[in-house]
């Protein structure tokens, strides 16, 4: 009786599965036929809406497969189909066709892949050369362009995401269960936020999808024999270049990875002091990888003055907010606020829609942080080690929390919210763990024949809330970041038809990042200008004896729609064509220059 029942559930996972597949096979498909032709203001509305059915259908199936059967292939193949479904979103930009995808810093760093392709530029001539130096490697392998292969970039990081956040979590809580809820947990890419953390290209967004492997691989070393203190071994070496790896990545992030493992190696000291279980010391010394990872993290920012340039700025921001000559981060904070009323939304509104599910997690990890600490529940007293995995983790959060503290007091650019991104990633671990150990105990209650229908339900109903902020939207009052050939076209066209001594102005976005892309990644003060609503009514009160204003269709939309004419009304952008003086040099139906005489 028992193996019929069994059989059965492996057919019906089985067409499940079935299901799933072609559902997704289809709707990626129907995206991919379906290309972009134009800039869209939300890749979501633009993307036919059998895409979205056929990935609601996938990852439901996907769901059901992974937490109800009992045959191990089923599984896997189910995480596959679940990923598989994410990844499908996440590379959208590529299914439908973008050009790239990214403003500003994108702008620049598509221009430092472009400049080491050519060779004018080398790896050591960056901060953080790990992203362009695999999309340069890409280009000259594929042959595609410097735009697609670092468009491609963002969707291979993701997937290392997917990989290693489930096997993390099974090595240190362990079972099928650990796995599943990892799977699904990476699967919502809790670390992405759109403030600082976004799915284009974009060194600090990598190295934060980047940190599961190293973590994983710092659990595994961790376990392994010591053969002596310090010993050589290949895991050893693995470590190391993960770390190195990380460093050139993003030197920033690569500060809170090796304060990652200082909080690892102080557990493990403490735990060796107080702890009279002797398996809490039973793993092997990080000293040695902790002092080869600080050594290559001095070497290599010593050699990049960006990084030491950025440092010295924190330093002196943080002094001026305890000075009381910088309002710190509270007075941009405000500053958005008031934006945000004056388009009908609010702080709270956009908290709900971006941090819904972080907070969920939060919510998850602290439950288990004290649980640690406390040492109450009974599955935590059999295994010290767990234990004490879970304590470092707790502890690679104190110690990077003053860092997000002197970004945020500071108020240096949005580092803030990169430091909160690389924090997310531990509470989505431990988030992950936590509800591991939850499940595992109600399928030991009366709950057990509710608990993976519910189980299935959260994370669809989690999947759907986080897959509506992976991309920019006017869902959150943002335009996507979708470029154009057009508008490369009509950039490279302006750049060619005007003088190195001309002044072009932008609105709020600067040409500057698009002569990065094309043109010099060093900086053009010309080029750096941008103008506000009462200006673009009165281009000729501008001074200037050659200057030039250009605009893309993005800019419209995003102020006109996505802002809903909070800076820009639509009756300045219509006044060009009525101000006297003001000459459309060209327009190629998404970019246009005028000149002010």
């Known amino acids: 009786m028992m193996n019929q029942l069994a059989h ?7 067409i499940a599965g079935l299901i799933g597949f072609v559902s997704l096979t289809v709707a990626v498909l129907i995206a991919h036929a379906n290309p972009a032709t134009a800039y869209e203001l939300s890749i979501y509305a633009s993307t036919p809406t059998l895409f979205w059915v056929g990935i609601g259908i996938a990852y439901l199936s996907a769901a059901v497969v992974s937490f109800s059967t009992t045959n191990a292939l089923h599984r896997r193949l189910g995480l596959v189909l679940g990923g598989a479904g994410s990844f499908a979103i996440v590379a959208l930009p590529l299914i439908r066709g973008y050009f790239y995808y990214g403003v500003n810093d994108p702008m620049t760093h598509a221009g430092i892949t472009r400049e080491l392709t050519a060779g004018t530029l080398t790896p050591y001539g960056t901060a953080y050369p790990a992203v362009h130096t695999l999309a340069a490697f890409l280009s000259g392998v594929t042959g595609f362009s410097v735009w697609q292969s670092a468009l491609l970039i963002p969707p291979v990081i993701a997937i290392t995401f997917f990989i290693f956040v489930p096997l993390l979590v099974r090595a240190v809580v362990g079972g099928e269960t650990a796995l599943v809820v990892g799977a699904f947990t990476a699967f919502l890419l809790v670390p992405i936020h759109q403030f600082a953390t976004n799915l284009f290209p974009h060194p600090s967004s990598q190295a934060v999808l980047f940190v599961p492997i190293i973590l994983y691989l710092i659990v595994g070393y961790l376990r392994s024999p010591d053969s002596g203190y310090g010993s050589a071994t290949a895991f050893s070496a693995v470590v190391l270049v993960t770390i190195g ?40 010394s990080l000293a ?7 050594i290559a993290y001095v070497a290599w920012i010593i050699q990049s003055p960006g990084v030491l340039d950025t440092g010295s700025i924190i330093v002196v921001s943080l002094g ?17 606020s008031n934006s945000l009323q004056s388009i009908g939304s609010s702080p709270a509104v956009i908290y709900l829609k971006l941090f819904t599910v972080s907070t969920l997690y939060i919510v998850a990890a602290v439950t288990l942080a004290v ?16 234990r004490r995995m879970l304590l470092s983790l707790v502890g690679g959060l104190v110690l990077t929390a003053p860092v997000f503290g002197a970004y945020l007091f500071g108020n240096v650019g949005r580092y803030y919210f990169r430091q909160a991104s690389f924090m997310m990633v531990i509470v989505t671990i431990l988030g992950a763990i936590a ?9 030991q209650t009366r709950f057990r024949t509710v608990m993976k229908p519910s189980a299935v339900t959260v994370f669809v109903v989690l999947f759907v809330l986080s897959a509506v902020v992976f991309f920019n939207s006017p869902y959150l009052n943002l335009a996507n970041q979708h470029v154009t050939e057009s508008r490369i076209d009509g950039y490279q066209t302006t750049f060619d038809v005007t003088s190195d001594s001309a002044v072009i102005s932008g609105v709020v976005q600067e040409p500057d990042r698009y002569h990065d892309a094309l043109r010099s990644v060093d900086s053009d003060p010309r080029l750096s200008d941008t103008i506000n609503d009462s200006e673009l009514r009165n281009l000729q009160d501008r001074p200037g004896s050659e200057w030039y204003l250009i605009l893309s269709r993005n800019t419209y939309e995003r102020e006109v729609t996505a802002y809903r004419e909070y800076r820009f009304s639509r009756g300045s952008f219509e006044s060009l064509e009525r101000q006297r003086g003001v000459d459309r040099v060209f327009s190629n139906g998404d970019t246009e220059l005028y000149f002010v005489p």
């Open 371 to 386: 649980a640690a600490f406390t040492n109450r529940p009974a599955w935590l007293e059999d295994s010290a080690d767990t």
């Open 435 to 443: 509800m591991t150990y939850g499940l595992m105990k109600l399928s």
């Open 245 to 284: 790896a990380s460093i050139l990545l993003h030197p920033m992030q690569a500060l809170n990875v090796i304060l990652l493992l200082v909080a690892f190696a102080l557990v493990g000291f403490v735990a060796s002091r107080w702890s009279n279980t002797q398996s809490w010391w039973d793993h092997r």
């Open 320 to 336: 001026e907010y305890v000075s009381g000559a910088s309002p710190g981060a509270g007075a941009a904070i405000g500053t958005q």
């Open 288 to 294: 040695p990888v902790i002092l080869f990872s600080v």
């Open 8 to 14: 059965g559930g492996d057919r019906f996972t089985a």
